[in-house]
């Protein structure tokens, strides 16, 4: 797939219509925040998302500021969390140095907010944003390719295309998921009870909303889970089986890998069983490439993930309060993707719907039922 044109402004447009006099901070995260006075983090290699951060859209606002209407363009940095939607630090850093309050000092006179971090803020800037009433986008682990190919989509037709699945999907019963993996089968039953699904569609423009950048997906946060599923550790690449009853990870096996990592898995949801917690289901609406990059990959048309953990942030009730240990409190995807976990086959994903079976996904690929729908 070509890539395609980054247009900064055709996408801060579209996605928040902004209007005049708003103020827009873009925020990064590093290991020392001071590391961001003068722009000095720009001298070290392994930091793409905050380069990208800096120089692409912040740097990039300032140059096109005649074009937008903002009355501000500011940029800051906090100490990365350590894990996926944690509580934000209570401090910020800005390029002059200074250390300055996140909610009181910062937030408080924003209106438009992007965050480009390591780990996704998307959890508890949500939680900031319906209380300060503030908008703005997540783009955690944002690289190149996804500067242009999920970020260069025209906004207006991504949101179509996932209110069109939303519309298609939308007040199932459940989902089975069917998996392959050495030799062995696994089925996972989530119960969606005929909720309304939810869409990651990309517009961001009614204040104390926070979209997900790039967007297009649906997702529920699932009433009853059952079965089991494989799971591949990005850290380690070991194989194993996840119990699931009761919407939650009981137990966890050994299929190939690290007994130790297994270990380490069944003590975390074990000492603190909200960890295990299966808080959302979601599948990709998009044709996009595989970037290497959870944020774009589950995305992409014919993936799935689930998810443990935190989902206050998609309308559900696990808050940090519901943790043992505050630093547990991570929302944490498992994306199936033929790139990402190719030990493990995608067989099927099976909708039931006002008596009706429909098979939407088939070894990784969208079925005609769902081409049609993207169409």
């Known amino acids: 797939m070509e890539n395609s044109q980054f247009d900064l402004v055709g996408l801060i447009d579209t996605v928040f219509r902004p209007k005049d006099g708003e103020r827009i901070g873009v925020f990064i995260d590093l290991e020392d925040p001071q590391a961001v006075r003068e722009a000095k983090f720009l001298d070290g290699a392994n930091h793409v998302t905050c380069r990208i951060a800096y120089e692409v859209f912040y740097r990039g606002l300032l140059e096109k500021k005649r074009q937008l209407?903002?009355?501000?363009?500011?940029?800051?940095?906090?100490?990365?969390?350590?894990?996926?939607?944690?509580?934000?630090?209570?401090?910020?850093?800005?390029?002059?140095?200074?250390?300055?309050?996140?909610?009181?000092?910062?937030?408080?006179?924003?209106?438009?907010?992007?965050?480009?971090?390591?780990?996704?803020?998307?959890?508890?800037?949500?939680?900031?944003?319906?209380?300060?009433?503030?908008?703005?986008?997540?783009?955690?682990?944002?690289?190149?390719?996804?500067?242009?190919?999920?970020?260069?989509?025209?906004?207006?037709?991504?949101?179509?295309?996932?209110?069109?699945?939303?519309?298609?999907?939308?007040?199932?019963?459940?989902?089975?998921?069917?998996?392959?993996?050495?030799?062995?089968?696994?089925q996972l039953i989530l119960e969606l009870g005929r909720q309304e699904a939810q869409?990651?569609?990309?517009?961001?423009?009614?204040?104390?909303?926070?979209?997900?950048?790039?967007?297009?997906?649906?997702?529920?946060?699932?009433?009853?889970?059952?079965?089991q599923f494989p799971m591949k550790f990005k850290e380690d690449g070991t194989l194993a089986l996840m119990e699931v009853a009761e919407t939650r990870i009981r137990n966890v096996s050994l299929l190939r890998g690290s007994s130790a990592t297994v270990r380490?898995?069944?003590?975390?949801?074990?000492?603190?069983?909200?960890?295990?917690?299966?808080?959302?289901?979601?599948?990709?609406?998009?044709?996009?490439?595989?970037?290497?990059?959870?944020?774009?990959?589950?995305?992409?048309?014919?993936?799935?993930?689930?998810?443990?953990?935190?989902?206050?942030?998609?309308?559900?009730?696990?808050?940090?309060?519901?943790?043992?240990?505050?630093?547990?409190?991570?929302?944490?995807?498992?994306?199936f993707a033929p790139h990402k976990t190719p030990e493990i086959n995608l067989r099927g994903v099976w909708m039931h719907k006002d008596g009706r079976e429909v098979l939407l996904i088939k070894d990784y690929q969208p079925t005609k039922f769902a081409q049609q729908v993207a169409l």
């Open 69 to 186: 209407p903002f009355a501000s363009i500011e940029f800051y940095a906090y100490t990365s969390t350590g894990g996926s939607n944690l509580d934000l630090p209570t401090t910020v850093v800005g390029l002059n140095g200074m250390t300055r309050r996140l909610v009181e000092d910062v937030l408080s006179h924003l209106n438009i907010v992007l965050y480009l971090s390591t780990y996704s803020a998307t959890a508890p800037l949500t939680a900031f944003a319906k209380r300060m009433g503030f908008r703005g986008a997540t783009m955690h682990g944002c690289n190149e390719t996804i500067l242009h190919t999920g970020l260069a989509r025209n906004y207006e037709e991504v949101s179509a295309k996932a209110e069109r699945f939303r519309q298609a999907l939308t007040r199932c019963d459940n989902m089975v998921l069917q998996f392959g993996a050495l030799g062995h089968e696994y």
């Open 264 to 335: 380490q898995a069944l003590g975390l949801f074990q000492s603190d069983p909200a960890t295990g917690e299966l808080g959302e289901l979601g599948l990709g609406t998009q044709v996009l490439p595989f970037a290497g990059a959870d944020i774009q990959d589950e995305k992409v048309l014919g993936t799935v993930h689930v998810a443990t953990g935190r989902d206050d942030h998609l309308g559900g009730s696990l808050d940090p309060s519901k943790f043992n240990d505050k630093r547990h409190a991570t929302h944490e995807d498992i994306l």
């Open 199 to 227: 869409k990651s569609h990309g517009l961001c423009r009614v204040p104390g909303e926070i979209a997900n950048l790039p967007a297009g997906e649906i997702y529920w946060v699932p009433v009853g889970a059952r079965g």
